[in-house]
């Protein structure tokens, strides 16, 4: 049985925004209203059909919506969560969208606010924090942990037991090994492969990942230069 539809506003009218759109139409679950932009150049303007109400402080006309934060990274969701609870926004005004492609197995969770797109795979014991945002055809495996404020980009993949702290990023089709952890608010690059702890607030690419500015990508550049 399914309950009454509740509306929904997106907060940010990004790209994510008319991807967790495009997730929802295929249910009855909410009715979209529309966006809330603080960008001057969409105000007025109309977005996949659906209005830009107004800015993010326009919150105030629609009480009894439910919403969905769509800033791509992370920190910048928690920026825009911590404005509308100044603005007396409650935790349980959160929804939480999932891609009806998605299977949650009993034993895995999803926080509010989360975002969880088309594809997806959790396998068992998965946990998705508040306001995560998990992209097309992520595969997470056994007991891996998405704080609240992780992303990760289409195609990531992590091996078992893997935990992304509060606010990091994971680029699109990046690798990580089983048992690893990834720091608050760091960033893995598209298409790396992680073989241990990637620390707090750093950015990391490459295969295997390393940070960006060590001299270990210079040596690796070297190498490829002497090779041609
Ligand atoms: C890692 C990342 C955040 C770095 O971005 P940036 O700070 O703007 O870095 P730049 O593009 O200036 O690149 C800096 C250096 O890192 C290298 N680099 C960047 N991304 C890399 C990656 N994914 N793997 C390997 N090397 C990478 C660049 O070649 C460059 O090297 P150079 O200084 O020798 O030329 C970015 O490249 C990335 O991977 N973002 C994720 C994108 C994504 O998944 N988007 C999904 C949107 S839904």
Not at 52 to 78: D, H, M, N, Y
Request: charged share 15%; glycine share 12%; net charge neutral.
């Amino acid at each position: 049985m399914t309950g009454p539809s509740r509306e929904l506003i997106f907060v940010a009218a990004s790209g994510l925004a008319r991807e967790a759109l495009s997730a929802i139409r295929a249910q009855d679950a909410f009715t979209a209203v529309g966006f809330l932009d603080d960008s001057a150049s969409l105000a007025g303007a109309t977005v996949d059909g659906l209005p830009v109400l107004g800015p993010t402080s326009a919150i105030v006309k629609f009480p009894a919506a439910q919403i969905v934060v769509c800033a791509g990274r992370g920190v910048v969701r928690e920026q825009i969560v911590d404005r509308l609870t100044a603005l007396g926004v409650s935790q349980e005004r959160y929804a939480t969208l999932i891609d009806p492609t998605v299977n949650i197995p009993p034993g895995c969770e999803v926080g509010a606010g989360a975002i969880v797109l088309g594809g997806v795979r959790l396998t068992t014991a998965v946990s998705i924090g508040r306001h995560a945002v998990v992209m097309p055809n992520v595969t997470l495996t056994h007991d891996c942990v998405l704080e609240d404020f992780a992303t990760a980009c289409a195609g990531v993949t992590l091996g078992g037991n893997v935990l992304i702290q509060r606010g990091a990023y994971l680029g699109m089709n990046a690798s990580v090994r089983q048992g690893t952890v990834v720091g608050a608010a760091a960033t893995l690059g598209m298409g790396s492969a992680l073989l241990g702890d990637l620390p707090a607030g750093q950015t990391w690419a490459g295969v295997p990942a390393r940070p960006l500015d060590l001299p270990g990508i210079e040596t690796k550049k070297l190498h490829l230069e002497r090779g041609r």
